[in-house]
């Protein structure tokens, strides 16, 4: 499985959603998650790619799209 399906299967688990939302498209505006769901989704992300990742990031501009979770991934991982 890819990085962005990875990703993907994330957002629907915490969402409980089935969707598959656009690498662009904001997680939060388009209610798909709320900010109650970003640590569940964030505590999932550190599980599946290895990281820790600091209470001062928690903060949803930084994994508003896939497209910014994958950014911080990359600039984050081992």
């Known amino acids: 499985m ?3 399906a990875q990703i993907v ?3 629907q688990k915490v969402s409980g959603k089935a969707l ?3 690498a ?3 997680l939060f505006d388009s209610g798909l998650l709320d900010s109650f769901a970003l640590p ?5 992300i ?4 290895s990281l820790k990742i ?3 990031d928690l903060t949803p501009r930084k994994f508003d799209t896939i497209e910014r979770i994958e950014q911080y991934i ?4 081992n």
């Open 2 to 4: 890819d990085k962005r």
């Open 9 to 11: 299967a994330i957002i």
């Open 20 to 22: 598959a939302p656009d």
């Open 24 to 26: 662009a498209e904001s």
């Open 40 to 44: 569940d989704m964030v505590g999932e």
């Open 46 to 49: 550190e599980k599946v790619f």
């Open 54 to 56: 600091p209470d001062s």
């Open 74 to 77: 990359e600039e984050h991982g």
